[in-house]
């Protein structure tokens, strides 16, 4: 056995907690973001709870004016950040290898490291609960409203350091599944003959590369300003705050279509598979989302219509901010057209996919409304914006990852869920939904801006704001439903064999769930739907007399990246430390940093494959 | 709206639906974006109207051919699906439509856009409004007894038909400022001044305004009222303000809360022709004519006003202490342990006595 001088031992084949803390087989973390996200999604939905009990009565005291701000900061915060982008994450991180034919991604360590910083970051963020300083300046915080003149609690600092270290996490994230996209494909999948999800990754990735740098940029100044007395965006020095605006939308704005490119990718794989045709214009509809992804990066000025930038620079966002409409609107009729002629079996996958078109078409047409500046000067910041928002993000990117939830089930715990909750599920859900995001629409309309913790009765607000209380109800017994089926199913659901659906693509050849090694022999793909054209494709072979999957040699297991992780967020930490004593701070932080450093060594010399995983094999 | 009630099918059911929503909200909710009473205001609504009807028009078709669609290719035993896998044309079609409706929409917004930022008129009433947390700074440019400014709070005052045009600051944060019957939101900046489009007023009325954008702990607190009144209702406040108020009469209740006011309040705040010429809270000038206090979130009444100053924060939640770290800018501290309840009435009584006659 060959010498590891770690401090512990290099584990070989793990089990248990031990297992899942040192694994870089990416179904493994494809399963560790998916369970986290929804935990997150869960917090969160009771933040959001707690907000629609306050704001049902006009002049409610149910909760203070810094605990509602503080809960829609981190409802927005925790949805954008530690839900929809991490759940994606999960379906790249479990599908994109099997849906490319390949055995993993392309760096599996760098992988469970982007996992760990998200856990990480979005912890640190969320303790700041215990500390009674959660941030509350809302999740776009606004310049100069985060500087320590105006948010005087340690709420900013926790917000800016969890996001720098879940960024951290998210960038080598966007790098690993770029490099996995362009190098791991098996043979004879050229670009087009990639499921659309594989081509949203592969965009998204290139938005997280280009857009993220922004905001660690942004929130990097920010950090100078509130803990070494910088003057970036300080007013009293002479800062102009829209500088902020502006980085925070260059960023933000791509960022939308990071949390709903993914929810589109799901739709155009399901759409054919329940219609049993091919997906309509699939050129087309590619192509619309790279169009979507470049002309993201320039209407970010539409979330700034009001702050006074110039008759010119407005008109441009604004024909820029219809613009993205076309694309959009291209893929929502190349959906419907995917229907067309079809022989539609209405399976949960298909009715949430169905919901996702539905609901964020509405959200599109609203995204429209705001284009014409006009109006939006009547329409942002109100319960407007909110409803359209709810009904892109909501509507949109939750339905459509609900779609991949139950479509994408079977193939990750070998079960199927069940249809009868599924359906009942997504009813709840629909219903739920509009109950609580349509009115918002009349709410803006009747002036209710958004972001108040109380409004006086005699605004004539109160009625519908009840009702909306009422649908969120609705809703959350929506979410009870899918977590009772899926606790449910993963124990005693029907086993799903290899493609319970009869899909086209290449994660459903191999069986549910997928061996660690993914393929016995990495297929060769002749068209767009292999599966569906067995005639000219031949993807996995019948079982070879001797094949010996222990030949298959899997990267071992690694807790490098973990400790790594861990040294980033405590060195972060040690910040919040170094407010309270600046010497324990430093002590903190310049420890943690030995541990990262020291974690790049040693992973930097640790063999993907542990010499004594192969010698195992040798005996 | 009406008039599209004529038609039938599932179409004008949606914006028959629209309309009757917007007419439910002009009859109970003050704040309504849907009942304009400005130039401005009503150029917008249109706006918003051909804007609901094109993208209403628009999600209903959709949904109906999905629903059609998903009804008339249902599976059925022995109809396969049909195995296409694209049309160039209808692509491009699809493509252009939403092109031309977007031009539709996009020509008139540019239009409003430009309209928008016109010059204001030499005889345009100019105001200054700068924000602070949680209240609103009125300035009228021109209007002071000098020639200066004319300054009060919360509560603004502008002749009906006579154009308006108001400059923004913030003196702290980010606000934004919103009165939805007269004109649309423009933020307040700091370092970064805006200019509202310029309105005229078309109806007499209180009408109510809001903060927009999230400015900290009491951003729902943060209101006021634009009062639209007869040119000569308008320049009879005017000249109220700049006249200073005739001294109480020595002995009443009434003078001895002057003299509370002027030791307790005057730091902070003004009521012009006396010795109370503070300048971190708002202008008390002629706070008898106001409406409403704390920033337009209730009634005044004497009740209220003395519920305020014996312990605002029961009502608005201000920190405590300076502002942003500001000397020049303290919260209002609490009245209960300071004064007495007499003398918090006695306060009360004076600036309430502070009218026009």
């Known amino acids: 056995m060959a010498a590891n001088i770690g401090i512990l031992r290099r584990p070989i084949a793990p089990t248990g907690v031990w297992g899942w803390m040192t694994t870089v087989d990416h179904k493994k973390i494809g399963v560790l973001y998916g369970v986290t996200a929804i935990v997150f999604f869960v917090l969160a939905g009771v933040e959001a709870l707690v907000m629609r009990a306050q704001l049902a009565q006009a002049d409610s005291d149910l909760v203070g004016a810094e605990a509602f701000n503080a809960l829609f900061t981190m409802h927005g915060t925790t949805m954008v950040f530690m839900v929809i982008m991490p759940m994606g994450a999960a379906f790249f991180n479990f599908m994109i290898p099997l849906m490319i034919g390949a055995r993993d991604v392309a760096f599996p360590r760098l992988n469970a490291l982007s996992y760990w910083l998200f856990l990480f970051g979005a912890i640190l963020m969320n303790v700041s609960f215990f500390n009674s300083s959660a941030p509350d300046a809302g999740w776009f915080a606004y310049a100069p409203l985060t500087s320590t003149e105006y948010s005087g609690s340690s709420g900013v600092d926790y917000w800016i350091l969890g996001l720098q270290v879940l960024g951290i996490g998210t960038l080598s994230a966007g790098f690993n599944f770029v490099v996995t996209i362009v190098n791991l494909r098996a043979p004879g999948m050229t670009l087009m003959r990639m499921p659309v999800f594989v081509w949203m990754t592969l965009i998204i990735s290139f938005l997280i590369i280009f857009a993220f740098p922004v905001i660690t940029v942004a929130i990097t100044m920010l950090l100078f300003d509130r803990f070494f007395g910088t003057t970036i965006y300080d007013v009293s020095a002479g800062a102009d705050p829209l500088l902020w605006q502006h980085l925070f939308w260059v960023f933000g704005h791509p960022e939308v279509y990071i949390l709903i490119l993914p929810a589109m990718g799901i739709v155009s794989d399901i759409l054919p598979t329940f219609s049993r045709k091919p997906l309509f214009g699939y050129m087309t509809i590619v192509m619309a989302g790279t169009v979507i992804a470049f002309m993201g990066f320039g209407v970010w000025a539409h979330h700034m219509f009001t702050v006074g930038l110039g008759t010119w620079a407005i008109s441009a966002f604004s024909i820029a901010t219809m613009g993205i409409a076309v694309p959009t609107g291209v893929k929502v009729f190349n959906w419907l057209a995917t229907l067309y002629g079809g022989s539609i079996t209405f399976k949960t996958p298909l009715l949430f996919a169905l919901g996702f078109i539905s609901m964020f078409m509405l959200g599109g047409l609203s995204g429209v409304m705001h284009a014409v500046v006009p109006v939006d000067t009547q329409q942002q910041d109100t319960y407007f914006v909110v409803a359209h928002f709810h009904y892109v993000l909501f509507g949109g990117s939750v339905f459509g990852l609900t779609a991949g939830l139950y479509y994408w089930f079977p193939k990750i715990t070998g079960r199927m869920m069940s249809e009868r909750l599924g359906k009942l599920h997504f009813w709840l859900m629909l219903i739920g939904f509009n109950m609580t995001f349509f009115p918002m629409h009349i709410l803006g309309v009747l002036g209710m801006p958004r972001r108040i913790y109380t409004y006086s009765g005699d605004q004539g607000w109160e009625g519908i704001n009840t009702f909306v209380s009422i649908g969120s109800l609705v809703v959350a017994s929506a979410i009870a439903v899918m977590l009772l089926n899926m606790f449910r199913s993963a124990r005693v659901g029907q086993p799903a064999g290899n493609n319970p659906w009869g899909a086209p693509t290449l994660e459903w050849a191999i069986p549910s769930p997928p061996p660690h090694y993914n393929f016995a022999v990495v297929p060769t793909v002749r068209s767009l739907y292999p599966l569906w054209d067995e005639e000219a494709n031949v993807v996995e072979p019948p079982e070879l007399p001797h094949f010996d999957e222990t030949a298959i040699h899997m990267p071992s297991p690694s807790y490098w990246p973990m400790l790594m992780a861990a040294g980033i967020t405590l060195a972060a930490g040690g910040l919040l430390v170094w407010q309270w004593h600046t010497i324990f701070g430093l002590i903190v932080s310049s420890s943690s940093g030995l541990l990262v450093l020291y974690s790049i060594y040693r992973w930097a010399f640790e063999p993907v494959i542990a010499a004594e995983a192969l010698e195992d094999v040798h005996h | ?357």
């Not at chain 2, 923004?168 to 933020?187: N, Q, R, T, Y």
Request: proline residues 7%.
């Open chain 2, 1 to 357: 709206m009406g008039r599209l009630s004529h038609h039938r099918g599932p179409l004008s059911l949606v914006l028959l639906g629209v309309a009757f929503l917007a007419i439910l909200g002009a009859c109970s909710a003050p704040q309504t974006t849907f009942d304009p009473r400005s130039d401005t205001a009503d150029n917008i609504h249109t706006l918003y109207i051909l804007v609901i009807v094109v993208s209403g028009a628009v999600g209903a078709v959709v949904l109906l051919v999905m629903g059609y669609l998903l009804f008339r290719f249902r599976a059925r035993p022995g109809v396969p699906a049909r195995q296409i896998h694209g049309n160039s044309k209808l692509e491009v079609a699809w493509t252009l439509g939403p092109i031309l409706l977007l031009i539709m929409v996009g020509v008139p917004t540019v239009f409003g856009i430009v309209g928008a930022a016109r010059a204001p008129s030499a005889d345009a009433i100019l105001i200054t409004v700068t924000a602070h947390q949680w209240w609103w700074e009125v300035d009228y440019e021109g209007l002071g007894p000098d020639g200066g400014s004319l300054a009060t709070a919360n509560e603004i005052h502008i002749p009906v038909g006579r154009e308006v045009a108001i400059h923004l600051e913030s003196d702290d944060v980010i606000h934004s400022f919103w009165v939805p019957a007269l004109i649309g939101k423009v933020d307040a900046v700091p370092n970064h001044p805006n200019d509202l489009p310029v309105f005229t007023a078309t109806e007499i009325g209180s009408f109510y305004g809001q903060c927009a954008e999230f400015c900290g702990a009491a951003h729902a607190l943060m209101r006021f009222r634009v009062i639209v009144e007869p040119l000569a209702d308008f320049e009879r406040w005017v000249s109220a303000l700049q006249t200073p108020p005739p001294p109480p009469d020595q002995g009443t209740f009434v003078a001895s809360g002057q003299a509370i006011f002027i030791s307790s309040c005057s730091r902070c705040h003004t009521v012009f022709g006396t010795p109370a010429a503070g300048k971190a809270g708002p202008d008390l000038t002629l706070f008898g004519e106001r409406l409403t206090l704390g920033a337009g979130i209730m009634d005044n009444t004497p009740e209220n006003v003395e519920a305020w100053v014996t312990d605002l924060r029961a009502i608005k939640p201000i920190p405590e202490g300076l502002l942003g770290g500001r000397a020049d800018r303290e919260a209002m501290p609490t009245f209960a342990g300071t004064l007495s309840k007499d003398e918090i009435a006695a306060v009360t009584a004076y600036i309430q006595s502070q009218t026009i006659d």
